[in-house]
């Protein structure tokens, strides 16, 4: 076990990391300003990567032009769930469950129905490894840690800084003051619905060549998001990069220190978060 | 009186009910039929066994249909197959077999590659000596205390008792295994098998540890595994899409070794999902019935195959064309559709003609009773994306 | 209220005579089945009573379940023995854990009651040599005769079910009309009003979650000699959100609710035998439809369609 050897552990402690960021980042957006835990936002990085697939592998599509249009399609997908099957329920706590989680039952069925149960996959863009201070890295993964880089700066950026993004944190943190202050709340609701569907979708499409496309892609999805957001707070982004990041790290060390016992390490953490400090590392109680 | 809002509600639900209690309608004709239930996974995740299950058994059933049924003391029936979806689940398998014995009123039943749809099944089919002819990899589905139950699959006790020795033959300076396997029923016993009969054929384990099932990054895992250094790694127990990930990530990481599976695989998605120069040089127990060492039993399979289902041909299948044609000839053999008679004489029968040629069932020592197939395994090797048959072993299985 | 009593009774009288009118094997499974679940999902309902939304039903029904072979089978006790333990060993366990989550509220106590369901699955799974692990324990004995009735058919199996539930429905009814009920409701609806009138919100979240969680281990007990098999794919997560499904579907609201849930989502699957591969989809509409047509449930279906909108 050398230099090397810790190198590989802590990159792939990165990767995993980032591809949790990515799909935990839209689930905190909603849970932050929207209060509603979107079960159904693993399904949407799922039809991501499956509208990637389609669009590359059926109709020739360049990559980087799918992934951008699968960001597009799914969050037109995200406005229309909140519109017809959220909205009505906007302020029902547990109505809201119940249905985000009839929504992902919904659409998870429906694509195993359209698409069948065999894994699918894209024909790689990238090829070819290098390495980095000795670690082994392949280009596919270089270029997802990149594009996870620009997408979570972005997102960060325009949160902070555009006046939409502003509208959003004060939605968040009192719905009622902002309306007073004429900012429309279905609007910002939609455009959040609309940003974390895109992320979704974006994860689901930088991931597909990586690995394989089948329908049951969301279960597993959303259950990690789960995770990483509790771990860094409901609704926080730098929560869920830094949730991400750690749930990343905790596993690849664990699977390579500790073995088969790591599958029960997230849920530990989960359980200590939860007991000892609810609102997570970065969230606000 | 008003009658109460509540007992029209009541009246409703049992009117509901009682819809569903009248017992389906069926209409009689002059032919006599036999019929036969089936469970598998035909939806959701392992459908691809199931269908492919039904793929093969399809088959059988219409050449047997063909020649005017299965002929059971003089008198001809035709087979009819009632298939029900287990959706690799042991709740809904249960519910299934409650149907299938208690509705249809069956006495054969082909069933499931999942170990605990069968062993839900099982309290069901044995009292009632319904004959079950079943898949899954584990140990405890077959027991003395279960007579009528029959296993028409090899597992991977089976399989690697043939693939083992070959290896050792064709690849003697081969010394260290590893393996990776998912945390699930089968994973698990799948390893002890592997660990077994690898140590069996003086292998050693250098790694074994379990992946958490829907995993796709394997790295971290894969990363401590080639740091020990093995010759070849044996991933039996994964589904499919994993293990042609873990080849994928494998070479990725500069793995140089051999990789090894005793599971069938589709050569075109493997290779697709992998990458080509990747899935190179894999070992796997498919077999390329267009390719040297294939009977003439399976080629003719493979021409009715095609012309039921077409184009392209599912390599998965071949296994499954065991259930229905045994049984046929065990009927046929006894003369008789008693269950309890047929039972006999499959225990009775020494040797069965099947379509990879003689086959026989085993098992007393390592399962206590015998009631295990035991067919020839098949090996072969994926050269530029293709599956190229490398050699064929008879197992002994005592 | 007496109209209401009237359609319980039918309920009740139709059960008790049904396997005089036929002893259908598969008709009798299909009604213990959803006995069993009724039992369980009376246990969501009184935990959802005090406003916590429970995401982890299926692991007190595991619990429940296991703790009742191990005693049968390794402790050589008396399944009338273990079965009553087998509920109260759930609810220590659900108190065990319960009593620092109590004191969490809305989204975050659904997830930890999520988190806590997958840790008691991953136990069970790695702990083989006692437990069983993945392939579960087979040939798990059914309960030994009870005043000579033999359990070899479904028709004791059947009343037994049908015994346990009717007391357990006794038990949620009595408890919703006694002061006890009162109080649930005062927290789920106002929590800090309860606390400010003294009311120690605490204890009752506790008792009505040792309760509700005493049921799902009496229901996963009775699962497992009834299946003769336990396996940690019983009670999954995917367990516990029908769990939830039951309740909503059939009406949080009414005391038969968790029993109209249970009955038509076990009856549902087996209409749809013939188009299985829809049924997931089925019953994702099935849910949606209940939440945008009859937020109450299926028991408010009488009103609704008399022109009363109830609101939930």
Redesign the interface.
């Known amino acids: 076990?050398d230099f090397t050897?810790f190198v590989?552990?802590f990159v792939?402690?990165l990767?995993?990391g980032l591809?949790y960021v990515l799909i935990a980042s839209g689930f905190s957006l909603i849970y932050g300003i929207m209060r509603l835990l979107n079960f159904a936002h693993g399904e949407f990085y799922m039809l991501g990567a499956f509208a990637t697939y389609l669009l590359c592998e059926r109709l020739g599509v360049n990559y980087f032009a799918a992934m951008v249009l699968s960001m597009i399609i799914i969050a037109v997908l995200g406005i229309l769930v909140y519109r017809f099957f959220y909205r009505p329920f906007r302020d029902q706590h547990d109505p809201s469950l119940v249905i985000a989680l009839g929504i992902a039952m919904l659409i998870g069925g429906l694509a195993?129905l359209v698409f069948?149960?065999?894994?699918k996959?894209i024909?790689?863009v990238f090829?070819g490894?290098i390495k980095v201070l000795g670690a082994?890295l392949?280009m596919e993964r270089i270029v997802v840690i990149i594009m996870a880089v620009i997408l979570m700066a972005a997102l960060t950026f325009y949160i902070k800084f555009s006046k939409t993004g502003q509208a959003m944190r004060a939605v968040a943190q009192d719905r009622e003051a902002a309306a007073l202050q004429g900012i429309g709340v279905d609007s910002t609701f939609t455009l959040c619905m609309a940003i974390s569907s895109a992320l979704a979708g974006a994860a689901g499409a930088l991931?597909a060549p990586?690995?394989?496309v089948?329908p049951?892609l969301g279960?597993?999805a959303v259950l990690k998001a789960l995770v990483v957001v509790v771990i860094g707070g409901l609704g926080s982004i730098p929560g869920a990069i830094a949730g991400g990041l750690l749930l990343g790290f905790v596993?690849?060390?664990?699977?390579?220190?500790l073995?088969?016992i790591?599958?029960i390490l997230g849920f530990v953490m989960v359980m200590q978060v939860l007991l000892f400090r609810p609102q997570g590392l970065f969230g606000h109680g | 009186m008003r009658i109460?809002?509540?007992?029209?509600?009541?009246i409703g639900?049992?009117l509901?009910?009682g819809i569903?209690?009248f017992p389906s309608l069926s209409f009689s004709s002059s032919e006599k039929v036999l019929k036969m239930g089936a469970i598998f996974p035909?939806?959701?995740?392992?459908?691809?066994w199931g269908l492919a299950a039904q793929k093969a058994i399809t088959v059988k059933q219409k050449e047997v249909n063909g020649r005017g049924g299965l002929n059971v003391g003089g008198e001809k029936y035709k087979i009819e197959i009632i298939w029900?979806?287990d959706?690799y689940?042991?709740?809904?398998g249960?519910?299934a077999a409650?149907?299938l014995?208690?509705?249809d009123k069956v006495k054969f039943i082909h069933g499931s590659q999942s170990?605990?749809v069968i062993?839900?099944v099982?309290?069901i089919t044995e009292p009632n000596k319904i004959l079950f002819l079943v898949n899954s990899y584990?140990k405890?589905v077959l027991t003395p205390?279960k007579p009528y139950t029959f296993r028409m699959v090899l597992t991977s006790n089976e399989i690697l008792q043939g693939m083992y020795p070959w290896m050792n033959k064709t690849y003697p300076s081969l010394k260290n295994v590893a393996f990776v396997e998912p945390?699930?029923?089968s994973?698990?016993?799948i390893e002890k098998d592997c660990k077994r009969i690898a140590e069996q054929n003086q292998f050693q384990v250098v790694f074994s540890?379990?992946?958490?099932r829907?995993t796709?990054?394997f790295?971290?895992?894969l990363?401590?595994l080639i740091?020990q250094k093995p010759d070849f790694i044996d991933f039996t127990g994964a589904p499919?899409?994993d293990q042609?990930?873990i080849v994928k990530q494998l070479r990725?990481?500069?793995y140089k070794g051999k990789t090894f599976s005793g599971t069938t695989l589709d050569p075109l998605?493997f290779c697709?999902?992998a990458?080509v120069q990747n899935a190179e040089g894999h070992i796997s127990n498919t077999h390329d019935l267009l390719g040297a060492y294939t009977t003439e039993g399976q080629k003719k399979y493979y021409d009715d195959y095609m012309a039921i289902h077409g184009k392209p041909f599912d390599p998965v299948t071949p296994k499954y064309h065991l259930y229905l044609d045994i049984l046929v000839q065990a009927i046929e053999k006894s003369g008789s559709l008693d269950p309890t008679q047929v039972k006999e004489t499959m225990e009775k029968m020494e040797e069965w003609h099947t379509i990879f040629g003689a086959a026989k069932f085993g098992g007393k020592e390592h399962y206590g009773i015998k009631r295990q197939i035991v067919t020839p395994v098949y090996i072969s090797e994926i050269v530029n994306g293709n599956l190229v048959n490398r050699g064929t072993m008879l197992p002994s299985l005592p | 209220m007496?109209?209401?009593r009237?359609?319980?009774f039918?309920?009740l009288l139709?059960a008790v005579v049904f396997p005089a009118v036929?002893q259908?094997?598969?008709?009798l499974?299909l009604l213990i089945?959803t006995g069993i679940w009724t039992t369980s999902v009376w246990g969501v309902r009184l935990i959802m009573s005090t406003g916590q939304l429970t995401l982890g039903h299926a692991a007190y029904m595991a619990v429940g379940a296991y703790a009742s072979t191990l005693l049968v089978m390794k402790a050589g006790l008396s399944f009338w023995l273990a079965f009553p333990l087998s509920g109260l060993i759930s609810a220590f366990v659900a108190l065990l854990i319960g009593y620092p989550t109590l004191r969490i509220k809305g989204v975050y106590f659904s997830i930890i009651t999520f988190a806590f369901a997958e840790i008691i699955r991953l136990i069970i799974?790695n702990w083989?040599s006692l437990l069983g692990?993945?392939?579960?324990i087979?040939?798990i004995p059914a309960p030994q005769p009870l005043f000579s009735i033999r359990f070899t058919s479904r028709i004791p199996f059947y009343y037994l079910i049908l015994a346990v539930s009717f007391i357990t429905y006794l038990v949620m009814v009595r408890m919703e009309k006694s002061r006890i009920g009162t109080i649930f409701s005062s927290i789920r609806e106002s929590d800090t009003l309860a606390e400010s009138i003294g009311i120690n919100i605490m204890k009752y979240k506790v008792i009505a979650f040792g309760i509700g969680c005493f049921f799902a281990g009496l229901s996963g007990s009775f699962y497992a000699h009834y299946?003769?098999?336990t396996?940690p794919?019983?009670f999954t997560i995917w367990q516990s959100i029908y769990c939830l499904i039951f309740v909503l579907v059939g009406g949080a609201g009414s005391a038969l609710g968790p029993f109209?849930g249970s009955?038509f989502l076990t009856?549902i699957?087996?209409?749809l035998?013939v188009a299985?591969?829809y049924?997931?989809v089925v019953y994702a509409i099935i849910l949606i439809l209940v939440m945008f047509l009859l937020p109450g449930g299926l028991i408010t279906?009488?009103?609704r369609l008399?022109g009363q909108k109830k609101t939930h």
């Open positions: 076990m050897f590989q552990v792939n402690g990767m995993l591809t195993l069948g149960e065999k894994d996959s024909s790689p090829s490894v082994t392949s991931l990586l690995f394989f089948n049951f279960m597993h596993e690849s060390f664990g699977n390579t220190f073995g088969d790591t599958e | 109460s809002k509540s007992f029209w509600r009541m639900l049992i509901t009910f569903f209690c035909l939806s959701g995740r392992g459908a691809t029900e979806d959706k689940n042991a709740a809904a249960r519910m409650e149907k014995v208690n509705r170990s605990a062993l839900a099982q309290p584990a405890e205390d945390n699930d029923a994973g698990w016993s540890q379990f992946y958490e829907g796709s990054d790295y971290p895992l990363n401590k740091v499919p899409g042609a990930l990725e990481l500069g998605e697709k999902i990458g | 007496a109209k209401r009237a359609g319980h039918i309920v139709a036929s259908d094997p598969y008709l499974n089945m799974v083989p692990g993945y392939g579960g087979p040939n299946f003769n098999f396996s794919e019983f109209l009955f009856l699957p087996e209409f035998r299985r591969e049924e997931p279906l009488p009103a008399r």
